[in-house]
Each structure stands twice: as structure tokens, then as C-alpha cells.
């Protein structure tokens, strides 16, 4: 009896992982409300990684065919580098980040990584290739720990408080009462939207897929424990040479980038670094200097305070 139940046990916890992580998936797609509806291609080859290059050829799409988001798109997002997209609220930045993903597929045009159309690759190493900070980012219910260690099941109690650590958040969580075992997620301790877009951070740090994406991930931090947050990030971007992309409305947090695409109405509108756009003297100049005089005027308001 004892012989068999071994080998009974070990299939019985390989399954709940399984079936754990099909919950998680479900989760993850119900959360987002994502439409799974994309045809796993009849011979799928592995995505083969190399550079980290992604490109958008003549692009066009629209969740509803005749009101087209994205149109004739071309972009094209250097391997290793780290890129930034901005542009108003509503112009299709998450869209894009929605068809790499394979969420939905163009309606005409092609995106490539590494020269390989994403329609000819499976989709489970297309997406294992890719993590991303979401907007807003789900919380399964149950322990902090097994909310980032989500990112990487093998990853062992060492490396989820290193990755805590590099986003910030490490600290925090040791001052709960039941620090790392806290549970969250709706029936759990509730936590703030900063503290949630660190923990998506963490998970994205163990996964440690060559392509990232943050979609306005530091959006609900404060500026100082933001840049802290980035710095750390950036350096381990730079560090590990990965291609990155930050969809971001506040410049300031992403005018260090190799380069900018600034969105306008589902096209480039324009791209370069950060100095080249200032003096181009265009859409993101004038939106760099309207920010700046906010937070300048904000800054003066605060020291008035201070002063009072
Ligand atoms: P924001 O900066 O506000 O996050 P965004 O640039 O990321 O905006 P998207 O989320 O890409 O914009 O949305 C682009 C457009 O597509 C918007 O008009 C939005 O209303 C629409 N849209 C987004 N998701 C869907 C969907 N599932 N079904 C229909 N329309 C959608």
C-alpha cells in the first residue's frame, strides 16, 4: 500500500499545481476580460529568441472591424532596448500590447519577434516569452508568497523575498502579522493599489521573460518610492540586456528611454529619444513642457504649504 500511495501522492499534487494553475489562468483572463478566441496554429513551432526585436508591420485592428484602433501601424522595438510608449488615453497603447500577447489577431499587416510572425508560433511560448505589469493587476486569493512566486512555481523562498526586495516591497510585507503568508486577493487582508502594482512587479522579476511590459505599473506609487522603483528596475533591464516596453502618461517617468513612440489616433505620430522630440518641437514636446509646468506649480504649492 505504501509503495503506491508514493507515486498517488506525488500525481495527486502534480494535479491540484495543474488544476491550481488553470484557476489562476481563468482568473487572470476573467479579470482582464479577455477574448480567448485566437486559433493555436496547425504546426506550432517554438518562438526562437534571440535579439528580442518586435515589430508591427502596416498594422491594422479594431475590436469592432469597422472602427479600426490601430491603423497601418509601424513600429518597430529594438532588441535589449528599452522603449516607451505614450500618447492620450484611449489611442490603443494597451491594444498593442493585447496583440502581441495574441489576446486578439490583426486585421491586417503583421507583428514579427525575431523575424517570426507570432500566427506561426505556439502560443504557450509566445506568451511564456513575454510578462507584463498590467494596468491593473489581479491577486489570486490566497498567500503574498504564492501571489509572486506565480511567476515562477520553482523558484525557491530565497529568491521571492530578493525579488520583493527589488521592487520594493520586500519591507512591507515582513511588517504584516503573518508577513509572507498573509493572505490576499478579495477575501484577504485588503492592500493598497501601490502595494498591488509592487507584488505584480515581484511576480514579473521571478518569471524574468525576455520581453517585459509595464503598463503604467507605477502609475499608484508616489514619486519618490516610483523612481526608486524604476531605478532598481532599469538596472536590471540593463543589467540583463532585456527589451522592454513602458506604456506611461506621466513623461517623466520614462524620458530616459533608448527611444519614445509617441501614439496619436492608432499611428506613430512620432519617435526618437527623449532630446532628439524636444527638438523636434512636436506633439510630446508641448505635452513634456504642460507637465512639467503642473508639477512645478505643484511643487511651489507644496513648499508654500510647508512654509505656512
Ligand atoms: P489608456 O491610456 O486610457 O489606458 P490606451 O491607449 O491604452 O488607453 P486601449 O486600452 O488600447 O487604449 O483602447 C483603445 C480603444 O479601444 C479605446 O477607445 C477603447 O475604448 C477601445 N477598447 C479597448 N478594449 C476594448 C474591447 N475589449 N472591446 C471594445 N473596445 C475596446
Redesign the pocket.
Known amino acids: 500500500v505504501f509503495q503506491l500511495s508514493v507515486p498517488l501522492n506525488f500525481l495527486g499534487s502534480v494535479y491540484r499545481e495543474m488544476r491550481q494553475s488553470l484557476l489562476d489562468m481563468e482568473t487572470l483572463f476573467n479579470l482582464q476580460?479577455v477574448?480567448v478566441a485566437v486559433k493555436e496554429p496547425e504546426n506550432p513551432k517554438p518562438l526562437l529568441l534571440s535579439k528580442g526585436e518586435i515589430k508591427f508591420e502596416n498594422v491594422t485592428f479594431g475590436?469592432?472591424p469597422d472602427r479600426p484602433?490601430l491603423k497601418n501601424l509601424n513600429l518597430t522595438i529594438p532588441g535589449g532596448k528599452k522603449v516607451a510608449i505614450v500618447?492620450?488615453?484611449?489611442?490603443?497603447?494597451?491594444?498593442?500590447l493585447r496583440l502581441l500577447f495574441r489576446f486578439y489577431d490583426v486585421q491586417s499587416g503583421r507583428i514579427l519577434v525575431d523575424g517570426q510572425d507570432i500566427r506561426d508560433v505556439s502560443l504557450e511560448s509566445l506568451r511564456k516569452s513575454i510578462g507584463v505589469v498590467p494596468?491593473d493587476t489581479p491577486l489570486f486569493n490566497n498567500t503574498i508568497e504564492h501571489n509572486i512566486r506565480y511567476g515562477n512555481l520553482q523558484a525557491t523562498e530565497e529568491q521571492v523575498h530578493e525579488a520583493a526586495t527589488r521592487a520594493r516591497i520586500d519591507e512591507i510585507i515582513r511588517s504584516f502579522p503573518d508577513g509572507y503568508q498573509t493572505m490576499v486577493g478579495e477575501r484577504g487582508m485588503m492592500i493598497s493599489g501601490g502595494e498591488k502594482q509592487r507584488l505584480a512587479v515581484s511576480r514579473l522579476l521571478l518569471k524574468d521573460p525576455p520581453l517585459l511590459f509595464f503598463d503604467?505599473a507605477t502609475s499608484a506609487l508616489d514619486t519618490h518610492t516610483e523612481q526608486s522603483l524604476l531605478s532598481n528596475i532599469n538596472g536590471i533591464l540593463r543589467e540583463k540586456k532585456r527589451t522592454s516596453v513602458f506604456?506611461a502618461?506621466r513623461l517623466r517617468t520614462v524620458y530616459d528611454s533608448d527611444c519614445i513612440i509617441v501614439?496619436r489616433a492608432g499611428s506613430v505620430a512620432e519617435s526618437g529619444t527623449h532630446s532628439q522630440l524636444i527638438d523636434t518641437n512636436g506633439v510630446y514636446s508641448q505635452l513634456w513642457s504642460a507637465q512639467e509646468t503642473l508639477l512645478l506649480d505643484d511643487e511651489e504649492a507644496a513648499e508654500e504649504e510647508q512654509r505656512e
Open positions: 476580460k477574448n475590436y469592432h484602433i500618447g492620450p488615453s484611449g489611442c490603443g497603447k494597451s491594444t498593442i494596468q503604467e506604456v502618461h501614439l
